[in-house]
């Protein structure tokens, strides 16, 4: 049978500890909430936004380059394919005329035109045989054998885009993947400038406005004036001085900075390649002491951003998504070495 005993009455001093057990926890929950991770000042927003800026980078030009090797592989296969048709229309013409050979030695009582038959099931075999007959001619033979050169040349051109074909559908994929990071690293910083206030937006813009009217001053200051092809390229730069910076873009209204350097020698009437780890390979490797107005300078380990040298110890570059179009100290990056473009 259940018990219907009164329950107990708190002691005195069993009250006084659980009072004091729900003060020390609304402590501690107080203390959790203020151990709240603070929200981030404007200067540590900025740092942290560079940084994935400098990621998005990264990820944009190994972009550029699978897109550099689509566009390659393409035109590859494009020519290939062209190949392939016009070898195949020959062959098609050299059998038809073969044929016409063979009916023609039929009706005067000579070979069987089943020969050309076997021909086109399997011309090396047909060649093994009909070389051995008496009947056949020397001009006969001579067309087995240029219809054998030529599928030999068609196997081999369709082997080769395949093979190509198989490349280019890893490419795309790669393209696909480096674009996905490289928006993912943009989205993630606006989120992050997002954060801030609109007085400290607007704090970090005008601190920015200072900071790209001293550095033009600078240049201004170096009173170096630029020559020959890598003069003119530097020139056409200057005009696009206020530009966007968009990742993948080659101008004429928007850059990134392996597309603006392309885009400024093109207008100097030079071609070079379009990412930076190609550039760097585009000319001859200088020191910074040998840097001459229009010279590529490329920046950090893995060389993922490039600009050209202003003079003054300047650089002219499409700097991220905030800045855009600009000249910068060459000491606000880690410097790599200069390319002078021949």
Not at 74 to 95: M, S, T, W
Not at 123 to 149: C, F, M, N, T, W
Not at 174 to 187: F, Y
Request: charged letters at 25%; hydrophobic letters at 35%.
């Amino acid at each position: 049978m259940a018990s219907h005993r009164r329950p107990k009455q708190p002691t005195r001093a069993r009250v006084t500890v659980l009072t004091a057990t729900a003060a020390a926890a609304v402590v501690l929950s107080a203390q959790g909430a203020s151990a709240a991770p603070a929200k981030p000042s404007k200067d540590e927003v900025k740092s942290q936004v560079d940084k994935l800026y400098e990621e998005a980078e990264q990820a944009t030009e190994k972009f550029n380059g699978a897109k550099e090797r689509q566009e390659k592989l393409e035109k590859e296969i494009g020519h290939l394919q062209d190949q392939v048709a016009r070898g195949q229309g020959d062959v098609n013409e050299l059998r038809s005329t073969l044929g016409s050979m063979a009916s023609a030695q039929y009706r005067s009582g000579g070979i069987d035109p089943s020969l050309a038959l076997l021909l086109s099931e399997d011309p090396d075999s047909y060649l093994d045989k009909a070389s051995s007959l008496e009947h056949l001619s020397g001009k006969q033979v001579e067309s087995v054998q240029r219809i054998q050169a030529k599928q030999r040349t068609l196997a081999q051109q369709r082997q080769e885009a395949a093979t190509k074909l198989a490349d280019l559908d890893a490419t795309r994929k790669e393209l696909g993947e480096k674009k996905k990071v490289s928006q993912e690293k943009l989205a993630e910083a606006q989120a992050l400038l997002n954060t801030l206030t609109a007085q400290e937006r607007a704090a970090l813009k005008d601190e920015e406005s200072r900071a790209s009217r001293a550095d033009s001053s600078r240049v201004d200051l170096g009173n170096v004036s630029a020559s020959g092809r890598a003069g003119a390229a530097l020139n056409a730069a200057k005009t696009k001085l206020g530009s966007a910076y968009i990742s993948g873009a080659e101008g004429p209204s928007a850059f990134d900075c392996s597309g603006l350097t392309q885009w400024a020698y093109k207008q100097a009437g030079v071609n070079i390649s379009r990412t930076t780890y190609t550039q760097a390979n585009d000319g001859t490797r200088i020191s910074r002491s040998q840097l001459q107005p229009g010279d590529l300078v490329f920046f950090y380990n893995d060389l993922h951003h490039v600009g050209l040298y202003a003079g003054n110890n300047m650089t002219l570059h499409a700097s991220n998504p905030r800045g855009g179009v600009k000249y910068e100290s060459v000491d606000n990056m880690p410097f790599m070495f200069g390319v002078r473009i021949s």
